[in-house]
């Protein structure tokens, strides 16, 4: 178990750029969630997959916004025609359902800058 | 999900135990109290969950009151490793996609 991994780790851009951030599972968790994070609050839920499916999007998550999890396995958040307002913690997070509830595993997020 | 409060700050002295409350009025009755925390700069990690009784685990211990109104997560030795920020959230427990509402959390700063 070697935990969930995300890369970049920063990444620092133009506006109206496009940007992609890749997040590794833990191996055989079926549940990737993608959260937003700006200074001083909570993480804020954007999206999340069972295996390839998208089951449920944020209303936060603009038309720029779109993620894909091709294989049930990695899964990648694009960011098209990056704003000021982009500028965040993007934490992802797996899970594996264990008896009647599941305990979330986060990695340590892709901090991007939009300049 | 209910909605939780929580302190937005909190001091403890190493050594010491630290008792963060939350009060989650509107919680429902198949609802979880779960609790996460998140040292600067890394992701938020899981620290321990519960619906009616009381739970103990190698981080902490969750004090559930009878009427689930409101619950305690007890770290029973700070340590200046502890120093993060700690969320109480509520959801529902059956298969509910794992998805969670984070609030602003309490900031628990340990000192020496």
């Known amino acids: 178990d070697t935990g969930v991994s995300q890369d970049p780790r920063h990444k620092i851009t133009k506006r109206g750029q496009n940007v992609t951030f890749r997040c590794d599972p833990i191996?055989?968790?079926?549940?990737l969630y993608w959260y937003r994070q700006t200074l001083g609050q909570g993480p804020e839920f954007l999206t999340y997959?069972?295996?390839?499916?998208?089951?449920?999007k944020s209303r936060l998550l603009s038309d720029r916004f779109s993620a894909e999890r091709p294989k049930g396995s990695f899964s990648t958040l694009e960011i098209q025609r990056t704003e000021q307002g982009d500028s965040a913690m993007y934490l992802c997070?797996?899970?594996?359902?264990?008896?009647?509830?599941?305990?979330?595993?986060f990695g340590q997020g892709t901090r991007l800058t939009v300049v | 999900d209910a909605k939780t409060t929580q302190p937005p700050s909190m001091d403890c002295a190493e050594g010491r135990a630290a008792n963060l409350p939350c009060n989650h009025s509107?919680?429902?009755?198949?609802?979880?109290v779960y609790w996460y925390r998140q040292i600067h700069s890394q992701g938020p990690q899981y620290i321990i969950h519960?619906?009616?009784n009381n739970e103990t685990n190698e981080m902490a211990s969750l004090i559930i009151t009878e009427d689930r109104k409101s619950s305690t997560l007890i770290l029973p030795h700070a340590t200046l490793r502890d120093t993060a920020v700690y969320y109480c959230?509520?959801?529902?427990?059956?298969?509910?996609?794992?998805?969670?509402?984070f609030g602003a959390g309490t900031q628990v700063v340990v000192t020496p």
């Open positions: 997070a797996s899970s594996r359902r264990r008896g009647g509830n599941t305990e979330a595993f």
């Open positions: 191996s055989e968790h079926n549940r």
């Open positions: 997959f069972q295996n390839e499916a998208q089951l449920e």
């Open positions: 509107t919680i429902s009755g198949n609802e979880y």
């Open positions: 519960g619906l009616k």
């Open positions: 959230i509520v959801r529902v427990g059956s298969d509910s996609w794992g998805k969670l509402q």
